[in-house]
């Protein structure tokens, strides 16, 4: 009979120290209890489309069930979905790509998981934007290595100084992340910026789950630069499909068999229905995806300018994603107490920039993956309450 460690509990709890709370959750859970009680609060916090999935993507998945693909698949994902990736990367980037240096995951996060796991050993340091994606740090923690964090300013438009990341590199460096375009910030890199990160010939692990949101300027992935980077991607944001879990990992081919053994233990494999809508989604919704992307650049243009008007504006507008970080450091210096007292009293729930690390304090979150008229009761009902703190 299998019997657990006497000091499984201690270890569990030591494991659960290491993880920090996703603020944003906290917020949306306190946002949704307050409106059980009759309150109409203005979500700018949640990072989630407010489109429907295409049309397209849903026919496609209710054919896989009505023909019963409902079975396993291959650990890796279905073939003809690999070749699909493949082949939207070869069309948007010119990049080639064999279909087995992919794997199909249950939406990016997993993909993140099997990722880091393959690369990090304990104590190993992972390079990591601050502000940044609040799980990567968790999941680095949960492995037992060492986030770095890296400061990034609003001046330079949140992105990396090519000198700071030399100076952190050392021996236990594992790889450097890269979050392009990025969450909480909008930030895109270009080719040059791509370019250098590449040239220091270091592993790169690429989030690029916001790939197609980009406004005003030309998309890029760090695959057209190096060899040596691992590409997490997804079909949540760019084609409204987040409760469908699919993502996909793209790898240098020697570490596909490592990862492939963590899924067939931990995840087996993704749904197979919803890998036969994602072929469809790269195949046939690129017309859906620029009428998404149309209106939010509508949507960001109008915050932008909101914000400005107030002076709570970022110093480099956002051109990715749909996020804007508000600061609001002439207001606060405890930007959680201050986006729980703007959620009590404007109604309005906003995510705190200290959830993205300590360089995010002073900033609050904003969310344009919302109605315009939405976002417009919710930016005046945001410069009210700032009116009365002056």
């Known amino acids: 009979m299998f019997v657990l460690p006497e000091n499984i509990e201690a270890e569990c709890a030591d494991r659960a120290k290491q993880v920090s709370s996703f603020i944003v959750m906290d917020i949306l859970e306190k946002a949704h209890e307050m409106e059980a009680c009759g309150e109409d609060i ?33 650990s890796l994902g279905k073939l003809v979905l690999r070749e699909a990736i ?29 990722v880091f796991s393959v690369l990090v050993e304990r104590g190993d340091e992972v390079i990591l934007p601050d502000p940044h994606y609040a799980c990567y740090p968790n999941f680095i923690r949960y492995l037992e290595g060492k986030p770095v964090f890296i400061p990034v300013q609003g001046e330079n438009g949140f992105k990396y100084c090519i000198d700071d990341i030399k100076k952190a590199i050392n021996a236990r460096t594992a790889f450097l992340m890269l979050n392009s375009p990025a969450n909480p910030t909008g930030s895109v890199y270009n080719s040059r910026e791509l370019q250098e990160l590449a040239a220091l010939d270091r592993i790169i692990v690429s ?23 691992f590409v997490i991607g997804g079909f949540s944001k760019v084609y409204a499909m987040t409760g469908w879990r699919l993502g996909y990992v793209i790898a240098p081919p020697e570490y ?70 508000a600061d609001v450091s002439k207001y606060t210096a405890d930007s959680l107490a201050f986006a729980f007292e703007i959620l009590e009293k404007a109604k309005v729930a906003v995510t705190p920039g200290i ?13 344009y993956a919302n109605s315009l008229e939405n976002i417009e009761e919710g930016m005046n009902r945001l410069e009210t309450f700032l009116y009365s703190r002056r």
């Open 42 to 74: 203005i979500h700018l916090e949640i990072g989630e489309p407010d489109f429907d999935t295409p049309q397209p993507v849903k026919e496609a998945a209710l054919q896989a069930l009505k023909a019963g693909d409902t079975h396993y698949t291959h």
């Open 86 to 114: 493949a082949g939207f990367y070869q069309r948007k980037y010119g990049v080639e790509l064999s279909p087995e240096q992919i794997i199909v995951t249950s939406g990016s996060s997993p993909g993140m998981l099997l």
């Open 207 to 229: 989030d690029e789950i916001y790939a197609g949101l980009v406004y005003g300027e030309e998309q890029h992935t760090i695959l057209e630069y190096t060899k040596k980077a």
């Open 256 to 325: 596909i068999r490592p990862m492939q053994k963590l899924q067939q233990n931990l995840f087996i494999c993704a749904a197979s229905f919803a890998q036969e809508a994602a072929i469809t989604a790269l195949t046939c919704c690129d017309g859906h995806v620029a009428s998404m992307v149309e209106v939010y650049d509508c949507r960001r243009r109008y915050l932008l300018e909101r914000l400005k008007k107030a002076g709570i504006a970022p110093p480099v507008d956002p051109r990715g994603a749909f996020y804007v970080l």
């Open 355 to 367: 959830d993205f690390g300590r360089n995010g304090e002073g900033y609050l979150r904003l969310s």
